[in-house]
């Protein structure tokens, strides 16, 4: 009777209770209910948040500086391009970062007497682009800068007989422009677009003739062009070929 007696005092007892309590402490397998509830709610919890996706690995872009592009070419092929430069250093224009982009021009007046005069004006830019998530691969980018340069040089003020065509042999892709314009007199005006993998090289080349010299030869000035792109994009590679294990370098050296 004692022992019947006691059995109903506990169970009352757990009756009266609050059922929290009653979960808590008046089960005999409260503790391992509680544990497994607690496991699958963790488990639950941990399924449902989504599996984070690893980030795609973006290209790294192939170029990461620029030559100078007063030196871009031969002291030569200044000579030839522009005879009687004022300066065959040329003149470079501001940037704030020449790694990423520069440009250099020079200009000159051929004076030859009775013979007329012949002017003539060349310029090289470059850009460089970097690969970043939000818009692409430093290749791509540069697709995309050379396709609006071309758009750009076919549509320039003033342009006449504008004439296209792909110029082979020239970094990874290239375009020639060829048209005339009306300044001071008819000037007659090559343009190459070059790229090579994240570079956009831009090179301009112009001229006129003064006091009853002989017009320019257009097809001769757009050959001049194309070989001094080409020289502009190997000094691209060679740029970055000199800074590359420096490159390699760095990591030992703060090691």
Not at 17 to 36: E, F, I, Q, R, Y
Not at 223 to 251: G, L, M
Request: aromatic letters at 4%; a neutral charge.
């Amino acid at each position: 009777m004692h022992r019947s007696a006691s059995r109903l005092t506990r169970v009352l007892a757990c009756a009266a209770v609050p059922v929290v309590l009653t979960l808590a402490g008046c089960s005999s397998d409260s503790g391992k209910d509680s544990n497994a509830d607690g496991g699958k709610k963790s488990g639950s919890s941990a399924s449902s948040k989504p599996n984070a996706k690893p980030s795609a690995t973006l290209e790294k872009a192939a170029y990461g500086t620029l030559p100078d592009p007063c030196k871009a070419v031969q002291t030569k092929t200044i000579e030839t391009l522009v005879p009687k430069a004022k300066d065959n250093n040329g003149t470079s224009a501001k940037s704030n970062d020449l790694t990423s982009r520069a440009s250099c021009s020079w200009n000159g007046l051929d004076e030859g007497g009775l013979q007329g005069s012949q002017y003539r004006w060349l310029s090289i830019s470059l850009v460089r682009y970097d690969s970043l998530a939000s818009v692409g691969t430093g290749n791509k980018r540069a697709e995309d800068e050379l396709t609006k340069q071309v758009e750009k040089a076919k549509v320039t003020e003033g342009a006449s007989d504008v004439k296209t065509e792909q110029a082979g042999g020239i970094g990874d892709q290239a375009t020639s422009i060829t048209f005339t314009t009306k300044k001071d007199g008819d000037f007659l005006n090559s343009t190459v677009i070059a790229r090579t993998q994240n570079v956009v090289v831009t090179l301009d080349f112009n001229g006129a003739a003064y006091e009853g010299a002989g017009s320019p030869d257009q097809s001769r000035m757009l050959q001049d062009a194309i070989a001094a792109a080409k020289e502009t994009v190997a000094s691209v590679d060679a740029a970055n070929q000199q800074k590359q294990p420096e490159q390699q370098a760095s990591p030992a050296q703060s090691q």
